[in-house]
């Protein structure tokens, strides 16, 4: 698979991926933890089979310390005991977010439930606005055929 596109060489393609990163710090610099982050970045674009975010975010969770089987159980997470209470509502929602079409109630009560015990309302915002926002990231890197296995930690700053 080659690249088809690379959305930042063009002029109205940089400006949206500036605007976007931009909004993005909204979420990098909120109170959710950066390993959270991370988790549930990584459980969106595996979901979307976005081989240029797996690559990102396995790569960040490594350089923040993170071991490698937590990391790669995340795709299994239910079935992993790696994994804290507060990180598994985190991944529920993800999954249910991300799955909006196969799950016709969307996110769940009791997903919902879970969440608010473990995160307060800037956390919860936070988790809200990432999981949005890796959908569409994974979204535009699987249309332009954005390949995996070049990032390298830190790379965007």
């Not at 960040?60 to 993170?66: D, K, M, R, T, V």
């Not at 994974?138 to 390949?147: D, K, T, Y």
Request: aromatic share 6%; net charge negative.
């Amino acid at each position: 698979m080659e690249p088809r596109f690379t959305l930042t060489e063009n002029e109205i393609g940089a400006r949206f991926a500036k605007r976007f990163g931009t909004a993005s710090l909204a979420i990098t610099q909120s109170p959710l933890g950066k390993v959270t982050q991370e988790l549930v970045s990584l459980r969106v674009s595996q979901i979307n089979g976005c081989g240029w975010c797996v690559d990102v975010h396995t790569k960040e969770l490594a350089a923040a310390g993170e071991p490698a089987t937590r990391i790669n159980l995340v795709a299994a997470w239910r079935e992993a005991t790696v994994f804290t209470e507060a990180e598994r509502a985190a991944l529920a929602l993800a999954e249910e977010g991300t799955r909006i079409a196969d799950a016709a109630p969307g996110v769940s009560d009791g997903t919902w439930a879970q969440v608010r015990e473990h995160y307060d309302d800037d956390r919860t915002a936070a988790l809200v606005a990432l999981v949005a926002q890796m959908n569409s990231a994974n979204r535009l890197a699987v249309i332009v055929h954005q390949q995996g296995g070049s990032y390298e930690p830190g790379m965007f700053g």
